[in-house]
């Protein structure tokens, strides 16, 4: 089946550096993908819409300084949290559209990113 | 985005079926019903959808009410692997947006 392969899996980085997260379609192209945040006990929220070759679609009240997303390729997509805080630590999730255009998604296994 | 209604929690033994309702009575006729699930520090996995028919498959059923407006996850016979919290979420086809809901946590006695 489709899957999605997400690294890292855990990072912990110091208050003010940049972490960047990978999010790779391993067995199919996606020309979209989704970025979530998911902090304990709470649902997944989703930060942006990642479009290869164009600009990334940003939520409300998400800042697209501090989230940069890159989706280079078909296969690749890239978030990275910029001049971390440690209000940013939270559980990071990615997905693509792998069932054909119905709306059936693969997720990633997910990042714990922890900032210290 | 069409909202979708579920209980907080359920319990099950092992070994018995777990019956997940969804209430969402403002469904629009182009909305799929997708239900996913999430095991712990893991991300949501795939379970089933479907639009108006019921569906199985090797992980469950999904009932779907003649009108649309609820829906029911099957899970027949629960293992303690099965408990997560499960989404019950409408997507329009054509939007490839998934809005999560805070999901029915399933736990599973031994």
């Known amino acids: 089946g489709a899957v999605v392969s997400q690294h890292p899996s855990r990072v912990i980085c110091k208050s003010g550096t940049s972490v960047k997260i990978e999010c790779r379609s391993l067995?199919?192209?996606?020309?979209?993908m989704f970025w979530y945040r998911q902090f304990p006990k709470q649902s997944l929220m989703l930060m942006a819409t990642?479009?290869?070759?164009?600009?990334?679609?940003?939520e409300q009240g998400v800042e697209k300084d501090k989230f940069l997303i890159n989706h280079a390729s078909l296969t690749l997509s890239t978030l990275t949290v910029t001049s971390a805080h440690p209000e940013d630590s939270s559980f990071y999730i990615c997905?693509?559209?792998?069932?054909?255009?119905?709306?059936?998604?693969?997720f990633g296994s997910g990042t714990r990113l922890t900032v210290v | 985005d069409a909202k979708t209604t579920q209980p907080n929690s359920m319990e099950s033994n092992e070994e018995e079926p777990v019956h997940l309702p969804c209430n969402h009575s403002?469904?629009?006729?182009?909305?799929?019903i997708h239900w996913y699930r999430q095991l712990p520090s893991q991300g949501p996995e795939y379970v089933i959808h479907?639009?108006?028919s019921n569906v199985n498959n090797r992980m469950a059923s999904l009932a779907i009410a003649e009108d649309r407006k609820s829906s029911t996850l099957i899970l027949h016979r629960a293992t303690l692997r099965d408990a997560a919290v499960y989404y019950c979420?409408?997507?329009?086809?054509?939007?490839?947006?998934?809005?999560f809901g805070a999901g029915t946590t399933v736990t599973v006695r031994a």
């Open positions: 997905s693509a559209p792998s069932r054909g255009d119905w709306g059936g998604y693969t």
């Open positions: 403002t469904i629009s006729g182009t909305d799929y």
């Open positions: 067995d199919f192209q996606a020309t979209t």
């Open positions: 990642s479009n290869e070759g164009s600009k990334a679609t940003y």
């Open positions: 479907g639009l108006t």
């Open positions: 979420i409408l997507s329009p086809r054509g939007d490839y947006k998934l809005s």
